[in-house]
């Protein structure tokens, strides 16, 4: 493992607004340096008016290898790119950003691939499963692209927003997604069940499926963090349902961003 820095360390940026809460900077610093990549994740707090321009200053910096984008910046990340890959076309969002050929920025978006190498290293193969995904926003839209990718065999949309869920269902259709169709908050019938949305890290939050209806031997996933064990992780778990924590995502996405850094080298 590396454990000292010069000027010949390279740089990555990750951006959001806020970013005191983002704990990804040493987590992937050091993953990186285990890996023997002289590189180090830098947080830098950019307001969404200001991404352009810092990422203009960024191309003109030799020595930034790319950007790592959190909330709220995924969305408007995907427009400064150049090139980015076919999932990030389609979800229309991008977390990483990599500097490819003659300077341009090419980006991808690897929450969804990390959340099902979480749910693997977990012990649930998403391939042939009857998927219920709740929550078709940034990390929705992520996970459902990454789980047709996997092969379930159907996947159901549950939001509160219509809008929203129609507009990604119409994005994974025409992604060749198999099956993907309305869902809604009752779980029956379905072996792997996913909560993509912030319900769950307060205590008064309504929980995002009828509990009572999940069927036994259906696999759980949340993407919360904070609480380490959301409520529903925590119900599933006293009914003796395997599950995954937000925590599981966290650590598969980090090694997924350092995946992408790495394999251009």
């Known amino acids: 493992m590396l454990d000292t820095y010069s000027g010949a ?7 959001g607004d806020p970013i005191a809460q983002v704990k990804a900077p040493a987590f992937a610093t050091r993953t990186l340096r285990e890996r023997g990549a ?8 950019v307001r969404p008016q200001d991404l352009a321009a810092f990422m203009e200053v ?6 930034v290898e790319g950007v790592i984008a959190t909330v709220p910046h995924k969305f408007a990340m995907a427009g400064l790119c150049q090139a980015v890959a076919p999932r990030a076309a389609s979800i229309g ?14 980006g991808d978006m690897c929450d969804g691939e990390g959340y099902v190498a979480g749910l693997r290293k977990a012990g649930c193969e998403p ?3 009857r998927v219920l995904l709740v929550g078709a926003g940034g990390a929705g839209s992520a996970i459902a692209h990454a789980l047709a990718d996997a092969g379930v065999q159907s996947l159901a949309l549950h939001d509160v927003d219509a809008s929203r869920r129609d507009a990604l269902l119409a994005k994974l259709r025409a992604y060749g997604a198999p099956n993907p169709c309305i869902g809604s908050a009752d779980p029956s019938g379905f072996d792997l069940v996913v909560n993509a949305t912030p319900m769950g890290m307060a205590a008064s939050d309504p929980l995002p499926v009828d509990v009572d209806a999940l069927d036994p031997g259906t696999f759980v996933g949340d993407v919360v963090t904070m609480p380490a064990v959301p409520l529903l992780i925590e119900i599933a778990r006293s009914r003796g349902l395997a599950t995954m924590t937000g925590m599981g995502m966290f650590e598969a996405v980090r090694d997924c961003l350092v995946d992408f850094y790495l394999e251009a080298r």
Do not use: C, L
């Open 9 to 15: 360390t390279r740089v990555i940026f990750i951006v």
């Open 93 to 106: 969002a991008v977390n990483v950003v990599r500097r490819g050929a003659e300077g341009r920025w090419f």
């Open 58 to 63: 960024a191309s003109r910096m030799p020595n």
């Open 38 to 45: 002289d590189a180090i994740v830098v947080p830098a707090h």
């Open 127 to 129: 391939e042939g499963r």
